[in-house]
């Protein structure tokens, strides 16, 4: 079974600080994606990133960053530089490889971003 | 713009009655097509998959009498909940998935916010 862990439930900063979201996950398949979605309190899900299980190039696209580590099995999210309108619930996913990309997703519990002006 | 459109994005209801929701692909066809339930503060738990022109698949513990699902087109899927109970509140959202487009994220609807009063 597939599973996905953010240990990390609530995380408050100050403006300007970077912050790491942890995700650490499961499963038994060889081959898999990982993705972080964004939840602003409208309750939409903002799409971050897919990485593929063979593709362990860390990624950067702004402010934000990945790091995908396949030996600890996490795929951390850094923001560098926050903004207040980074305050959202971000979370980490996990779906099958073989069924395509955008096939069922197992998500994390979620963790709540504050960011303090 | 949109490729996923959830309608409605919010409902309330009476008690012992039902509601549709709504989930179109705009953009592909969508074969299949999977409905999320995310209670307040939780994460996104898969509730079943649909299928163009088939039964819907369930997750263990989600009544299928309870949770109507049709998928009768490619671009439409109808989740009902039917005689709704204050325990059924919660924030609906589904995503789409288009076998031609395997390399890409999951796509989501805006989501739909019921309460049952």
């Known amino acids: 079974a597939q599973k996905v862990t953010q240990a990390q439930t609530e995380i408050s900063v100050v403006e300007k600080e970077d912050v790491t979201l942890d995700c650490v996950y499961e499963?038994?398949?060889?081959?898999?994606?990982l993705f972080w979605y964004k939840q602003p309190p409208s309750g939409e899900l903002v799409f971050l990133i897919r990485r593929n299980s063979f593709d362990e190039q860390n990624e950067i696209s702004g402010r934000y960053s990945w790091n995908f580590q396949k030996s600890t099995s996490s795929f951390n999210f850094t923001i560098t530089a926050s903004q207040v309108v980074d305050s959202a619930v971000y979370f980490c996913a996990l779906s099958e490889y073989y069924t395509g990309a955008n096939s069922k997703l197992t998500f994390g519990k979620g963790i709540t971003l504050s960011v303090r002006p | 713009g949109a490729v996923v459109s959830q309608h409605p994005s919010w409902v309330i209801c009476k008690s012992g009655t039902s509601v549709k929701i709504e989930c179109r692909s705009l953009d592909f066809q969508a074969t299949t097509m999977f409905w999320y339930r995310q209670f307040p503060k939780q994460s996104l738990m898969l509730m079943a998959t649909s299928n163009e022109g088939s039964k819907a698949t369930y997750e263990q513990g989600v009544e299928k009498d309870k949770f109507l699902i049709n998928h009768a087109s490619l671009t439409l899927s109808t989740l009902t909940v039917t005689s709704a109970h204050p325990e059924d509140s919660s924030f609906y959202i589904c995503s789409v998935s288009d076998r031609g487009r395997q390399d890409t994220e999951a796509f989501f609807g805006q989501g739909t916010r019921l309460t049952v009063v």
């Open positions: 499963t038994r398949d060889t081959t898999y994606y």
